[in-house]
T-cell receptor
Framework: SQQGEEDPQALSIQEGENATMNCSYK?????LQWYRQNSGRGLVHLILIRSNEREKHSGRLRVTLDTSKKSSSLLITASRAADTASYFC??????????FGAGTQVVVTP | DADVTQTPRNRITKTGKRIMLECSQT?????MYWYRQDPGLGLRLIYYSFDVKDINKGEISDGYSVSRQAQAKFSLSLESAIPNQTALYFC?????????????FGDGTRLSIL
């Protein structure tokens, strides 16, 4: 069973626009992580937000966490063609064991 | 992540064959994981190991076995491959020191079972 569910499943935007994707989960968590996967490659960790944090930034990335709604969002600002990838949320509710969602496929066109 | 190396990168084999996928890491991490990725389903955990003497089943361990030969090596075996084990397989590592550490992934093995 999957803990996280991303929405939307796919997103197509133009360079310079912002991309927002959401993740909902079912049980309590220790932290929530976002990963990026480029085609044919492994997942790359983007950002980790702990259960007692509400917002976190890293470069053009902004992550929010609402534990009362069991949801998180990932915002990519001023998107670039290189941001084209699949993005996954993963919840850590058992100290190091992650449960992944099905991902959001993002296409950024020049 | 070049610090986590998976071999082979691609493998095509026949139903009933025994297959071993290998993972080695130079990150010095104690924790290692095997996942499979199917289209539309994200990653699912097959087995994980928190140190050399520790092996644990994940969400979908049936039909798979693992061996942790050393801190740096964690191999996944399919004893008798079947077509629905066709998938993309990933190895990952993490460092438990300091708590809440992210995982580092290899580039995957694409396995096709005919």
């Amino acid at each position: 069973s999957q803990q996280g569910e991303e929405d939307p499943q796919a997103l197509s935007i133009q360079e310079g626009e912002n991309a927002t994707m959401n993740c909902s989960y079912k049980t309590s968590i220790n932290n929530l992580q976002w990963y990026r996967q480029n085609s044919g490659r492994g997942l790359v960790h983007l950002i980790l937000i702990r259960s007692n944090e509400r917002e976190k930034h890293s470069g053009r990335l902004r992550v929010t966490l609402d534990t009362s709604k069991k949801s998180s969002s990932l915002l990519i600002t001023a998107s670039r063609a290189a941001d084209t990838a699949s993005y996954f949320c993963a919840t850590d509710n058992s100290w190091g064991k992650l449960q992944f969602g099905a991902g959001t496929q993002v296409v950024v066109t020049p | 992540d070049a610090d986590v190396t998976q071999t082979p990168r691609n493998r095509i084999t026949k139903t009933g064959k025994r297959i071993m996928l290998e993972c080695s890491q130079t990150k010095g991490h104690d924790r290692m994981y095997w996942y499979r990725q199917d289209p539309g389903l994200g990653l699912r955990l097959i087995y994980y190991s928190f140190d050399v003497k520790d092996i644990n089943k994940g969400e979908i361990s049936d039909g798979y076995s693992v061996s942790r030969q050393a801190q740096a090596k964690f191999s996944l075996s399919l004893e008798s491959a079947i077509p629905n084990q066709t998938a993309l397989y990933f190895c990952a590592t993490s460092d438990p020191r300091g708590g809440n550490q992210p995982q580092h992934f290899g580039d995957g093995t694409r396995l096709s079972i005919l």
